[in-house]
């Protein structure tokens, strides 16, 4: 209906039955004039909105197949929330109104209530009676019907220069014969005069069949929509479990994505050279996101204790403080002998204080080298190794068995000669086994035919371009583009994260030149990265998410590798 209904009205002592109709199973009225082609268009519009995937679309198509069907003028559906009729669409051709649905105004009316205060039915209003009583009411004249209060509806005539009159209101019933919403008619039109008539009979059966047709489309396409909306929310639980399992990576997961989406975005814009037919479509970035929000979902099997290592030695805890009471341990020790020897010879306390400091300077020099060599980094030179298995070596204390042993386990000296980094390769292999861990886990799941690729997506976020990646081994042309952007995306993100044990954020510049030079090494996609950096993807995303000091100025003309122009490399 165009306009709201009266929601402060009183329900009338009596009730009239004859305005009721079942609307639960329709059939052809009796001796009706019902035309082929007036049936032969229902079954085409249910067979239209069927196919329909947007609610805001199927909302319009219901309305103004109705309208069509019996030369109505205006109409408005309602969709039952919360014990409440919300106004979803409004349409008069008349008045030139289109409020809701795809593409109409904004809906500015309060809901009908189903129920009055004291929890009595609103029986008052006609929308609310339909949905209440699950039946089609049909006024041939709202200025001559008493049953029903038409006070709001009068009053918004009396505004617009309008009237409202015939009306036919029939509730939306689902398969399981729930009503869901309600769908108004008003003023149905003589196609030959124009003059505003009553709803027929005719008019009737073929409304309430578009209306279980539109409630049971309407259910399934709200279903659908709940079911994805839970499983994407329910995804983002998980990335965000993710994050909290580890402080040193919060965030990781939530990131990912919006650099993905960002790249992806510049990627479908490109109108020249490789890229200039990759295009997305809805249903594609809605695929993306989800691969994006999933690609470290196999770091659940990931002990937190390797993914938090901050430093060579940590485990469950730091390993290097037994090793400083070790260090303690010699020195005590040293100083024993020291007392030891003043008490046998007096006369040469000197000596032995003397001996006793350079012996403990030794130590303090050692401690502070293996503490820093504890700490990781870029690049362990031979040398700097060589030292740490020396000392290992040179130092020697007694263990809880009473037995002399270097200062370092063999265990404990290959840890700390890790040239890069702060994992062994052991433990290396450990985080990189979570990405067969996601693909898995996403395997494994029953993924409907429009997200079928999220496995391969969110898989390939550590493949090369040569091949020389994993888990696979896959080369450039084995890959689909959505993975090559997450892997630019999951690199990037990594480069300037701030909330990494082992490492600070680094600045854009750093970052993309370490990003151009592995364009170089065939490490990434080169088309990829030179979107990337064209279209200013890092710039956007780091706005948002850097520090104002990793934000320095870029000059992109010395990034290694990128080319400004379009790339002659072929997809």
Known sequence: MTSPESQD???PSQKKDAGFVSAEAPTIPPQSGLSLDRLERLVSIGIELSSQRDIGELLNRILEAAQVLTHADGGTIYLIREQHLEFAIIRNNTLGIHQGGKGGDALAHNPIPMYLPDGSPNLSTISASAALYGKTINIADAYDASEYDFSGTHRFDALNGYQSRSFLTVPMMDHEERVIGVLQLINAEDPDSGEIIAFDHDDQYLVESLASQAAVVLTNRQLIDRLEELFVSFIKVISNALDEKSPYTHGHCQRVPEITMLLAAAADRTDHGPLKDFHLSEKDRRELEIAAL?????KITTPVHIVDKATKLESIFDRIHLIDLRFEVLKR???????????KAPEATPAPQAEYDAYCEGLDAARAFLRQANIGGEFMSPEMQARVRAIGREYQWRNSAGEYVGLLSDEEADKLCIAKGTLSNEERDIINYHIVSTIHMLEALPWPRHLRNVPEFAGGHHERMDGKGYPK????????VQARIMGIADIFEALTASDRPYKPGMSLSR???ILGRMKLDNHIDPDLFDVFVREKVYLTYARAHLKPEQIDAVDESAIPGYSAGSSEAAL
């Open 511 to 513: 970052s993309l030149a």
């Open 473 to 480: 081994g896959l080369t450039r042309e084995q890959m689909s």
């Open 9 to 11: 009205s009183r329900i």
């Open 294 to 298: 999933m690609h470290d979902c196999g």
């Open 333 to 343: 020790d040293a100083r024993i002998r020291m007392l030891e020897a003043s008490l």
